[in-house]
């Protein structure tokens, strides 16, 4: 079993940042890609960033150049900072990981239980 506990949510106003830790524990062989994404209530999850474990990454085109995904293997944690806020960014931000748990089990994927930010004019 894999947990993911995502944290650093809050209510900053527009223009300031925020920076979200989520971080994996449980039995882990493997993250291969840990991401974000957010949800407001009346809407679809949707994306907001990806990375694999060896460094990929791809960002919806709503938060490029505002929000940095990043990573540390060795603490499995997947880091979101996010500058340059705005209200739109208002959301419930999950995180999200696939990995197996041993050398001999497939992929599976995870969720956080989110946390909320929000983002005032």
């Known amino acids: 079993q894999v947990q993911l506990v995502e944290s650093g949510g809050g209510l900053v106003q527009a223009g300031g940042s925020l920076r979200l830790p989520c971080v994996a524990s449980?039995?882990?062989?493997?993250?291969?890609?840990m991401g974000w994404y957010r949800q407001v209530s009346e809407k679809q999850r949707e994306l907001v960033a990806t990375?694999?474990?060896?460094?990929?990454?791809n960002y919806a085109d709503s938060v490029k150049g505002r929000f940095t995904i990043s990573r540390d293997n060795a603490k499995n944690t997947v880091y979101l900072q996010m500058n340059s806020l705005k209200p739109e960014d208002t959301a419930v931000y999950y995180c999200n990981a696939i990995a197996s748990s041993t050398k001999w089990t497939t992929f599976n994927e995870y969720w956080g239980q989110g946390t909320q930010v929000t983002v005032s004019s």
């Open positions: 990375i694999t474990s060896g460094g990929r990454i």
């Open positions: 449980g039995t882990i062989f493997s993250i291969n890609t």
